[in-house]
């Protein structure tokens, strides 16, 4: 536990001093992480951003061993990680990572199957099994009609909810979602975007949002960690970070129009009490002026 300000946090996940290499020793070798040392808290939802390349995937994927640290360190609640089977195995109960396009990984004949496939993986009764089910699709906003249609006829914010609810049927601590609205339609983006609030604001789940949509972020996370060729560049507070000109413009960050409105406003006069951070809240403190 760590005192953070006045408040005292559990530390979900700690890297200190992480360094990986892809093809170690070979010609063609790259550097993708140099030196990363991050805290993420639990509860607490948090973004990952930077522009292709910059090392957000390689990051993640040490969360829940997917790739084991060749240099430094990465702690999961306290227990570093390492390569020991059972250990693994418990660790990705804990941690639950959602790829770019995780629609693809569907497999089942009925979207039941699918999101049933990791508890009973777990060896949990049947009855057990249709708990998590139920729950697990609920959390997605979809309902149990969906639980006997095919996977596949499903549009495409529908597939990737039924994804997501496959994830959360393993009761993750930490939930990590790589790029999850990247490729939908403005409807399933906003389908993906309130899962997640509604994620953050239950607070019993970790959220580790990885994406380079600064829109996206801004309305869900609270502070940010920013990557630039395999480093952390800026970490902070999400509005604090959008305020600052200066590392805007030095790490090319695109400050969403709807943030920088809210702060025009403010600086013309207008009583602006919360950051807008999407456009119920701008439209909400806009008629508090009128």
Known sequence: MEERGSLKR???IEVKGLSYIYSRGLPYEKEALTSVSIKIFKGEAVGIVGHTGSGKSTLIQHFNGLILPQVGSVKVFGEEIKNDKKFLKELRRKVGLVFQFPESQLFAETV??????GPRNLKLSEEEVKERVMWAI???GLTSEYLERSPFSLSGGEKRRVAIAGVLSMKPEILVLDEPTAGLDPQGREEILSVVKK???EKDVTVIFVSHSMEDILSLVDRIFVLKEGR??????IEEVFKNKEIVELFDLSVPDIFLLGEELKEKGFKIDEPFRDPLIAKKEIV???
Do not use: Q
């Not at 039941?112 to 496939?117: M, R, S």
């Not at 952390?232 to 507070?237: A, D, F, K, S």
């Open 10 to 12: 559990d530390i979900a």
């Open 112 to 117: 039941y199957d699918d999101i049933a496939f």
């Open 138 to 140: 609920d959390e997605v």
């Open 199 to 201: 994620l953050k604001s």
């Open 288 to 290: 508090k002026n009128i």
């Open 232 to 237: 952390i560049v800026v970490e902070g507070e």
